[in-house]
């Protein structure tokens, strides 16, 4: 029910609901907690966040994704980077695509992009799309054109058939005055 209303737009209704519950689980601490990630309510995550910890419940995997869109959402970049550590360190979840993913995010919508390249580089599988996406997204907004020019060449070889990457590349161009590109 809290995940119902929460995916119709009635976050207050799940949250009430979510109150209403003499017992919470992980999955209905997860449900409330993604569906304030879902309708961009960042501080009500961090705080849900840390009130399932001193009700004794574990993050899982997706509890940190919750957590860490917030942080992207709200560009808190230190807080991203220690809630991915603790993720690891104390909570013994390992990251996924989707983590990994959300810390791209969060370092490039900061105008950390060599730091997200750096973290891609890292990464103990293959780089997805959507991280190359988010990076190349990240140097246009912040007027990196080598790293754009790389995302882009990555993006070609997993999407060879998506024309909206080397727009995004010309948007880079454009924006420093690289017209002949």
Known sequence: LIDMYAKCGSIREA???FQGMS???????????SGFARHAC??????????????GMFPSEVTYVSVLTACSHM???ESGKKYFNLMIAEHNVSPNV?????????LGRSGLIIEAYDLIQKIPFGATASMWG???????????IDLAEVATKHLSEIEPNNAG?????????AANNKWGE
């Open 75 to 77: 560009g808190l970049v």
């Open 15 to 17: 949250y009430t609901v």
């Open 98 to 106: 989707v983590h990994y993913s959300c810390m791209v995010d969060i």
């Open 42 to 55: 960042s501080l009500e995550v961090m705080i849900l966040f840390e009130k399932m910890q001193q009700m």
């Open 23 to 33: 017992e919470r689980n992980i999955v209905l601490w997860n449900a409330m907690i």
């Open 134 to 144: 988010s990076l190349l997204a990240s140097c246009r907004i912040h007027g990196n």
């Open 165 to 173: 990457n080397h727009i995004l590349l010309s948007n880079v161009y």
